[in-house]
């Protein structure tokens, strides 16, 4: 039985993995998809995927969870997958994701939840990012808050020293 309130007498640090429903192999579905929260982290007056998540918690556990970011997604950005990580003296596994899965919308979705080491950070300590921007050349009501719409001929040796040199940042 999940009992929410087993606690020990020394605080440990988990990660949450998180994805966007869009993160799908089913191209339909990435197209179709979107997300309700405007961005990762909290602020007045928004919904937000770590406010949504920390309610959630402090539903299940019935205490306030505090969750530090890995990255910030603006308006508009979408993250398909993102991290999270707190400190807590609950005994916490991976099973809960279902009951977080339940209580969270439709379009934020646990992964994973799983121990790190205490001097861990999410933000500091990630060892890659991934960023991909699209670029679509027909009208698509699809792709309209995915991807730019530019309809007209695209040189490819410009666009790909352009990535040359945003890879250096």
């Known amino acids: 039985l999940f009992n929410a309130h087993a606690s020990v007498s020394e605080k440990k640090k988990y990660a949450v993995e998180l994805m966007n429903v869009s993160d799908s192999e089913h191209e ?3 197209n179709a ?3 309700k929260c405007l961005l990762s982290n909290v602020q007045n007056n928004h919904s937000t995927i770590q406010g949504e998540l920390e309610k959630a918690m402090h539903t299940l556990y019935r205490c306030p969870i ?3 970011g890995a990255s910030r997604t603006d308006a508009g ?4 997958q993102n991290y999270f990580h707190f400190d807590t003296k609950l005994e916490i596994d991976h ?3 279902y009951n977080l899965n339940a209580i969270l919308p439709g379009d ?7 121990r790190v080491r205490d001097t861990a ?5 990630a060892q890659h990012r991934f960023y991909k921007y699209y670029i679509y050349k027909e009208k698509n009501p699809f792709l309209e808050d995915r991807a730019y719409y530019y309809p007209y001929k695209i040189d490819q040796d410009k666009l790909a020293e352009a990535a040359e040199i945003v ?3």
Request: aromatic fraction near 12%.
């Open 28 to 30: 339909e579905t990435k």
């Open 33 to 35: 998809a979107s997300t």
């Open 66 to 68: 505090d969750l530090t």
């Open 77 to 80: 950005v979408h993250a398909y």
């Open 95 to 97: 099973t809960v994701c």
């Open 108 to 114: 934020i979705v646990i992964k994973n939840i799983f």
């Open 121 to 125: 950070h999410c933000r500091f300590d």
């Open 167 to 169: 890879k250096k940042y």
